[in-house]
């Protein structure tokens, strides 16, 4: 004899944020490949774009650790996209300065993401995209702002970035 599955008795609130959200990360992706970036490329260069950061702040603003980060700036100098130069304010420290060829190119991938998550938005009826961005952004700085600590093995989730 089986046993009968449990009655769901709520909306899967995480199939549907984990489906909505690989397929906007897969559209995104494409989308920035077609410039030559990619996602993490594109976050750096802008968050270095809007002061004087260093691999440390903009791995931390990009939610990516340290050998991720690296990869990615290694990745923007070999492009001649950034450069790693000496802080400003603190001489044992590094901060990514952006060349003028990857605020071009920062430019054009602003564009390109705020074309994918137009193209989101604008599938649904207007009434409901403010409802679905006032919601959502009710969860992010509300009840789900603060990720559980994580078992040993989980991955931990992407922060938002702006």
């Not at 950034?82 to 901060?95: L, Q, V, Y």
């Amino acid at each position: 004899m089986s046993a009968l599955a449990p009655a769901r008795t709520e909306s899967d609130l995480s199939f549907l944020l984990d489906h909505t959200g690989h397929v906007l990360r897969t559209r995104m992706a494409a989308a920035l490949a077609e410039i030559g970036l990619t996602a993490r490329m594109h976050c750096v260069l802008v968050h270095a774009l809007e002061g004087e950061r260093t691999q440390i702040q903009l791995a931390e603003l990009g939610d990516m650790d340290k050998t991720t980060m690296v990869v990615t700036i290694d990745a923007l100098e070999k492009a001649g996209l950034a450069e790693r130069r000496p802080s400003s304010t603190d001489r044992r420290a590094r901060i990514i300065a952006v060349t003028d060829k990857g605020a071009e190119l920062a430019k054009r991938s602003q564009e390109i993401v705020d074309g994918v998550h137009r193209a989101a938005l604008e599938s649904l009826p207007a009434k409901d995209r403010e409802a679905l961005l006032h919601a959502l952004n009710l969860l992010v700085t509300g009840h789900l702002a603060t990720p559980s600590p994580a078992p040993a093995g989980a991955r931990r989730a992407r922060e938002r970035t702006k």
